[in-house]
């Protein structure tokens, strides 16, 4: 059974995602953690974060998009306190008539089953494999609390530490999905332990995983056949800005 322990996200404008990832921009990189945590008083622990999921309206209204242009994933906080998770992406998708949306995600606990897992074919270097997903979301459940704020850092050139800000994913991986519908969209927070000792790269490493309403034939040409409309296609993130971006930071 799976918990959301947000209330459904509204339609996000542009002021609502100009102040959440403002929010995110300027909060104290030594807190970052609290985020992505919050405290359930039954327990009196901390619960992590366990993935994002857009809500049924939300996908709807990303169905009737009709060809994505730019496929930006930002970073953003709500306000409020211990006792909920503050974290949430907000996907922001630029049309090919360059129309612009704004999609937040909610966010859920574990669920209490863990839900059965099907192999996967390995569908190339973007698109990923079940076992790629689940080896970095493993690592993001099970790295220590007081690790987490130095997932989202980087060194650059121009400074010793900086916050990554957004990631982009290419929208060629995203538009075959849209003839046909998606069922579901989510967002699961993973950690590369390959990029963890290295300061000059990103580790938090997110996954969207989409499914699809229909099976869908030939997404890519290097990608394959996705085999069942029951799938999940996990797709990562490669592109974290910064430290992957020049002059891209104006919002």
Same mark, same amino acid.
């Given at each position: ?13 542009e @002021?609502?995602?100009? !102040? &959440? ?12 953690t609290?985020?992505?945590? @919050? ?7 901390? %619960?992590?974060? $366990? ?17 994505? /242009?730019?496929?930006?994933? $930002?970073m953003?906080?709500?306000?409020? $306190?211990?006792? @909920?998770?503050?974290?949430? =992406? ?29 192999? !996967?074919?390995?569908?190339?270097? %973007? ?27 980087? /060194?650059? /050139? #121009?400074? =010793? ?24 969209? /989510?967002f $699961? ?9 290295? #300061?000059?790269m ?9 499914? =699809?309403?229909? =099976? ?10 996705? !085999? ?7 797709? %990562?993130? &490669? ?8 002059? %891209?930071? &104006?919002?």
């Amino acid at each position: 059974m799976e918990n959301v322990i947000t209330q459904e996200t509204p339609l996000i404008t542009e @002021k609502v995602f100009k !102040e &959440s990832t403002s929010l995110w921009r300027n909060a104290d990189v030594l807190q970052l953690t609290h985020h992505f945590h @919050k405290l359930d008083p039954a327990k009196g622990q901390y %619960e992590r974060v $366990y993935y994002f999921s857009m809500s049924d309206d939300d996908v709807e209204r990303f169905n009737n998009i009709q060809e994505i /242009k730019t496929f930006t994933m $930002y970073m953003a906080l709500k306000r409020g $306190y211990k006792e @909920k998770f503050t974290f949430f =992406p907000i996907f922001e998708i630029v049309d090919i008539e360059g129309d612009k949306q704004y999609f937040g995600l909610e966010a859920y606990q574990k669920p209490r089953i863990k839900a059965s897992q099907n192999k !996967e074919d390995e569908l190339g270097s %973007e698109i990923v494999p079940l076992t790629f997903k689940q080896m970095i979301h493993d690592n993001w459940e099970e790295v220590d609390m007081s690790l987490v704020d130095d997932l989202f850092t980087v /060194k650059t /050139k #121009k400074k =010793p530490m900086e916050r990554v800000i957004f990631y982009k994913v290419t929208a060629d991986l995203i538009n075959p999905f849209l003839a046909n519908g998606i069922e579901a969209i /989510k967002f $699961y927070p993973g950690l590369d332990m390959n990029k963890f000792q290295y #300061k000059d790269m990103i580790s938090f490493t997110p996954v969207i995983g989409i499914t =699809p309403k229909e =099976p869908i034939e030939n997404i890519m040409q290097r990608a394959g056949i996705i !085999e069942s409309n029951d799938n999940e296609v996990f797709i %990562e993130y &490669s592109r974290p800005c910064p430290p992957t971006c020049t002059g %891209e930071l &104006s919002i």
